[in-house]
């Protein structure tokens, strides 16, 4: 798990490697069902630490209300379950090769007729469901594809592609794109659009980085979230698709279009400029949590507080 302080996100784990590795060593001798069973008592155990109540503290209170201190420690429990659910099947993936994550047809073709017309294609999601799986859907698409993915040094939770049989990591299905270098990456994704190919992004995180954001509502207040996917869409005339995936069970999950957002050709240097459609993205994020409650998996207070 991704520890966090409470108003600023990074991406480095709650537990050790030795732990994690517990963790892949049952998964691979004993199955996914007694990594559940062992989560039940991780889970209670942080569920009790305070500091880790607090990460998830005000995206609780803005979806359920007052809670008693009960409920808080119920809501809190139930949230971190299911992220822990999601991480082991995304071990048993890895490790075992084992998760269904199921589509549409309509939507599946949705997306290949998107990448037919040959200008490229940005899928835009969010940390929440099982949106590390919901990256297989880039096999369903023809040409390069890329991942714009951060990764803390103090992050020891491995990804599914980097899980063999020799325990040693191995390289992913995509290029994998690091905001943190020039120019944020901006370079590497432009080149992967001109092939034609796919770029999928996260649209509801900053990386820490004050510059390239714009404000949009989000739960009854204000967040920022980077445009720099919508300027590119703008200024190299490429769709967007915005997706989410949610669990649905033991090795399951479900995929799907939110919505299409069409970013007008050269809207220029001005984040105002992409503001509506940043908040397209907003608006289909909270459809989902709606939804999906406690598949949330933002775990720090990202709401801006008014002065």
Not at 20 to 48: E, Q, S, W
Not at 100 to 120: P, W
Not at 149 to 157: A, H, I, L, N, Q
Not at 273 to 300: C, I
């Amino acid at each position: 798990m991704a520890a966090a302080s409470n108003k600023t996100w990074s991406s480095h784990s709650l537990a050790s490697n030795f732990a994690h590795r517990i963790f892949y060593m049952a998964i691979r001798v004993l199955g996914r069902h007694v990594a559940y069973f062992m989560l039940l008592f991780v889970v209670g155990f942080y569920t009790l630490l305070p500091k880790v109540r607090e990460r998830s503290r005000e995206y609780r209170r803005r979806q359920f209300g007052p809670r008693s201190l009960w409920g808080e420690l119920t809501d809190c429990y139930k949230l971190q379950w299911e992220f822990g659910k999601m991480l082991v099947d995304r071990a048993v993936m890895g490790i075992l090769g084992q998760f269904d994550m199921s589509a549409t047809e309509v939507d599946k073709q949705h997306l290949i007729d998107l990448v037919d017309k040959g200008r490229g294609l940005i899928l835009i999601t969010g940390h929440v469901g099982c949106w590390q799986l919901g990256m297989s859907v880039l096999d369903l698409m023809d040409g390069p594809k890329g991942v714009v993915m951060y990764k803390d040094d103090r992050d020891v939770d491995r990804h599914y592609y980097e899980h063999d049989d020799n325990e040693a990591p191995k390289a992913p299905p995509f290029s994998i794109i690091d905001p943190r270098s020039p120019m944020g990456g901006t370079l590497e994704m432009m080149e992967i659009l001109k092939q034609g190919g796919v770029l999928c992004v996260m649209g509801d995180r900053n990386f820490g980085s004050p510059k390239g954001v714009v404000d949009v509502q989000f739960m009854g207040g204000t967040i920022t979230v980077p445009y720099s996917a919508y300027k590119l869409a703008s200024t190299m005339h490429v769709p967007m698709a915005v997706t989410f995936s949610h669990r649905t069970g033991p090795g399951n999950g479900r995929i799907w279009i939110s919505r299409v957002i069409d970013v007008p050709d050269g809207l220029g240097r001005s984040p105002e400029d992409y503001r509506p459609y940043a908040q397209q993205f907003s608006d289909g994020l909270t459809e989902f949590v709606s939804r999906h409650p406690y598949q949330f998996y933002n775990f720090f207070d990202m709401w801006k507080k008014d002065k």
